[in-house]
């Protein structure tokens, strides 16, 4: 496969954006809880999706995340939030229950619904009864195909229901912590419940220390 080494033309938000009216102390808290890796924020709608695509088979399936991406610098450093919007499942795919290869065609479906502030964010696969964690396998595809600081990976093993989140071309296992899953939310568009969320699940002590 051929890359083309040509500028971006899509763009993370910026995090002034999307904080407007917040205390400082919130403020502070969200930048705290996305110190070693993102906070990943999906829908109702988006997660009922994607389980109800991996629950439809008993192989591995899979498909792309689209989303949009809170940061304080840029989509190469500074990431504070991703927020994942929609799933794009793959139609055309080799399987079996231990292995999965995704078509091209998957790409160009996401690419066409592509927006500057809405694109790849991700990917997602199922295991079936194998337990929810990134292969060497996953962790290649993780590094070859979404090797972004923002790109995330999702595995669920629907038989066991569990699940892992992985960041970063490093595939990072995400703390549960940092999984925000409200219905129907926008990029922080409800600052003060994503923060409420964040205060219930997370444990960690706010460290001002630069």
Not at 192 to 199: V, Y
Request: hydrophobic residues 40%.
């Amino acid at each position: 496969m051929k890359w083309n080494n040509v500028k971006s033309d899509i763009s993370a938000f910026q995090l002034n954006q999307v904080v407007l009216g917040w205390t400082c102390l919130d403020l502070l808290r969200l930048i705290n809880a996305s110190r070693h890796f993102p906070i990943i924020t999906v829908s109702g709608e988006v997660r009922s999706k994607i389980l109800a695509h991996l629950n439809s088979s008993d192989v591995e399936l899979g498909g792309l995340l689209l989303g949009s991406v809170v940061s304080s610098q840029d989509l190469d450093s500074g990431i504070v939030v991703v927020n994942v919007e929609d799933s794009i499942e793959s139609l055309e795919f080799e399987s079996t229950s231990v292995s999965l290869s995704m078509g091209s065609t998957v790409w160009q479906r996401a690419n066409a619904a592509k927006r500057s502030n809405a694109f790849v964010v991700g990917w997602y696969h199922s295991h079936p009864d194998l337990g929810a964690f990134f292969s060497g396998t996953d962790r290649k595809t993780q590094r070859d195909f979404f090797n972004q600081q923002y790109s995330v990976g999702l595995v669920i093993d629907p038989v066991r229901e569990e699940e892992c989140w992985f960041s970063g071309p490093d595939a990072i296992e995400i703390a549960p912590c940092n999984i925000v899953m409200p219905s129907d939310i926008g990029p922080l568009s409800y600052p003060s419940q994503s923060l409420r969320l964040l205060e219930q699940t997370s444990t960690e002590v706010l460290d001002l220390a630069p």
